[in-house]
Each structure stands twice: as structure tokens, then as C-alpha cells.
Antibody, heavy 119, light 108 residues
């Protein structure tokens, strides 16, 4: 059974940092593109970043470029999102999601981890 | 960036009725469009990918159609568990992948 379990969310002040983790199991993690998608309270979904299976390519939405870094450790079946210079507008639930087709069909999602940026 | 516009914002129907949800893209996305269902407090679930392909385990009452800029998600006969939010998402022109703003399907 495919499972994705996020952790690392919490309350942080504007300008602070957080590192999110996503532990994967039930599939060959090292062969799939992985993604982070977020959802602000009461709002829709926003794709944040993705990473190639070998970690050699990474892409970001413009609003997080230069502040967020996606990475992975295939030996540990884990995906990460390092979030620096956090802003109030980064508040939301962050989901990790597996990519079915290597370009944007998200077939399995974690339960999400909440991030609140507030003073 | 491709903008996806979903309509209606809210759809009120009764169990057993047919639901038709629309998604319009600001430029052609070919057939590279997916649909997701999300219930309150839960993660999204992939329903349809590449416009018309049902994801694993998705009931046959869900179907997708369209290409280019106009797409439709149809639920042939609503079950109580189908009342939720629905989002379309394109993968034609990325980054970024973009989602529509969502349609809320509520019980009438």
C-alpha cells in the first residue's frame, strides 16, 4: 500500500524557517517524481515544487523561488521542503504528492502538515 | 501561466441526479487535464487524468471529456459520498502546474 506521511509543520514567525519531511512507503520511491502542493485556509490548491527521481532537476512556483528548496533522500525514501524567509501568505496545509506520469498527475497524496506563519 | 476557470462555483443537486462540472483553460492544454475530489479535512484524490482516463479505483459513474480549452467532469448519478469539492489541474505548460479555483458540489 502506498503511503506518504508528512511531518515538520508548525507555527513560525514571519522571516523564520521550517523543514518539512515526507516519508514514503509501499512503492519504489527512487523512480518517481515527487511534488509539494499547498492549500491556504479555505482556499484552493497551489503546486509549490517538484523534484526528479534522481534529484537532478527541481522546479518551483515563482512565489517561493529563492526561499524554498526541495530535496530527497532515496536511501531513506524521504522528500523534504526547506522553507526559509517565511511569509504570512505561506500559511496553509502542505501536502506531498507522487507523480503518476512523470509530469503532473498526482496519484497519491499524504494527509498534509499544517504551517502557520504568524507573529 | 495557464489559468483554469471552473464553473459553477457551487452546484446544488440531489442524490441520483447527474452532475456536470466545467473547466476552461486560458490557452490550449491539449488533453493534459486532470480532475481531483477533495472532502473537508482530507487530501485530494485523483479522479481523472489526461482528460478522460479514470484513475485506479475510481467508479465508472465518474467520466471526463474535452480537449484544448474546454473540459467537463460528469458524475452520472450522484451518490451521497460524491458531495465534495472538485478541482481541475493542467500539466501541459509547466512549471507551474496550475489548478482551477474549485467547484463545490453540495446536497440540495
Amino acid at each position: 500500500e502506498v503511503q506518504l506521511v508528512e511531518s515538520g509543520g508548525g507555527l513560525v514567525q514571519p522571516g523564520g524557517s521550517l523543514r518539512l519531511s515526507c516519508a514514503a512507503s509501499g512503492f519504489t520511491f527512487s523512480t518517481f517524481w515527487m511534488n509539494w502542493v499547498r492549500q491556504a485556509p479555505g482556499k484552493g490548491l497551489e503546486w509549490v515544487a517538484n523534484i526528479k527521481p534522481d534529484g537532478s532537476e527541481k522546479y518551483y512556483v515563482d512565489s517561493v523561488k529563492g526561499r524554498f528548496t526541495v530535496s530527497r533522500d532515496n536511501a531513506k525514501n524521504s522528500l523534504y521542503l526547506q522553507m526559509n524567509s517565511l511569509r504570512v501568505e505561506d500559511t496553509g496545509v502542505y501536502y506531498c504528492a507522487r507523480d503518476l506520469s512523470a509530469a503532473g498527475n498526482f496519484d497519491y497524496w499524504g494527509q498534509g502538515t499544517p504551517v502557520t506563519v504568524s507573529s | 501561466e495557464v489559468v483554469l476557470t471552473q464553473s459553477p462555483a457551487t452546484l446544488s443537486l440531489s442524490p441520483g441526479e447527474r452532475a456536470t462540472l466545467s473547466c476552461r483553460a486560458s490557452q490550449s492544454v491539449g488533453s493534459f487535464l486532470a480532475w481531483y475530489q477533495q472532502k473537508p479535512g482530507q487530501a485530494p484524490r485523483l479522479l481523472i487524468y489526461d482528460a478522460s482516463n479514470r484513475a485506479t479505483g475510481i467508479p465508472a459513474r465518474f467520466s471526463g471529456s474535452g480537449s484544448g480549452t474546454d473540459f467537463t467532469l460528469t458524475i452520472s448519478s450522484l451518490e451521497p459520498e460524491d458531495f465534495a469539492f472538485y478541482y481541475c489541474q493542467q500539466r501541459s505548460d509547466w512549471p507551474p502546474f496550475t489548478f482551477g479555483q474549485g467547484t463545490r458540489l453540495e446536497i440540495k
